[in-house]
């Protein structure tokens, strides 16, 4: 089994779309093993989103983030990353395929439903960075 990190971002909480996004996740074979809502601060988010401190939408990214609550969860799968990033569907969502996430409710390339983790390596450093071993349950 592995293991990927996820965000169900503020516009999803704001529209009450949570639980349907979880059942996608579900539906899909991923199993949801963690999972907490919070309101990011914006040393968490910034520190979370380091690795785009250069790029342009930066700004428009943390506003964005600490707008609302997020869900924050750690999902178990046979392929976690590969698997949870087909089902979230391209980061644009007028480039993601029929049937994933972000096709069906991301409202545009900011505002678009869920993070996930891009490989093994950053999945652990996301999850250690949100979770503890305990707040995570098998
Ligand atoms: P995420 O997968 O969480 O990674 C970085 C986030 O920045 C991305 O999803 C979007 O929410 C946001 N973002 C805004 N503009 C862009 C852009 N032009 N390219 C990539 N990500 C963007």
Same mark, same amino acid.
């Given at each position: ?12 909480t ?11 996740? #579900? /539906? ?14 914006? #040393?968490?988010? /910034?520190g979370? @989103?380091? =690795?785009? *401190? ?6 428009d990214?943390? !506003? ?5 609550? =997020?869900?924050?969860? =750690?999902? #178990?799968?046979?392929?976690? &990353?590969?698997? @949870?990033?087909?089902?979230m ?5 007028? !480039? ?17 439903? &869920? ?10 450093? /996301?999850? /250690? @960075?949100?979770? #503890? *071993? *305990?707040?995570? &349950? =098998?």
């Amino acid at each position: 089994m592995t293991r990927t990190f996820s965000i169900i971002k503020p516009d999803a909480t704001k529209r009450n779309i949570t639980g349907a996004i979880n059942k996608i996740i #579900e /539906e899909n074979d991923l199993k949801i093993i963690a999972q907490k809502r919070i309101l990011l601060t914006r #040393e968490l988010a /910034e520190g979370f @989103y380091k =690795v785009h *401190k250069d790029k342009p939408f930066f700004n428009d990214l943390i !506003e964005y983030m600490i707008s609302g609550p =997020v869900i924050i969860q =750690v999902l #178990e799968g046979s392929n976690a &990353v590969e698997d @949870y990033r087909k089902i979230m569907g391209a980061t644009n969502p007028s !480039e993601a395929k029929e049937g994933s996430i972000r096709k069906k409710y991301a409202l545009n390339i900011q505002e678009n439903s &869920v993070h996930g983790s891009d490989s093994d390596q950053n999945a652990k450093i /996301e999850i /250690e @960075y949100f979770f #503890e *071993k *305990k707040d995570i &349950v =098998v």
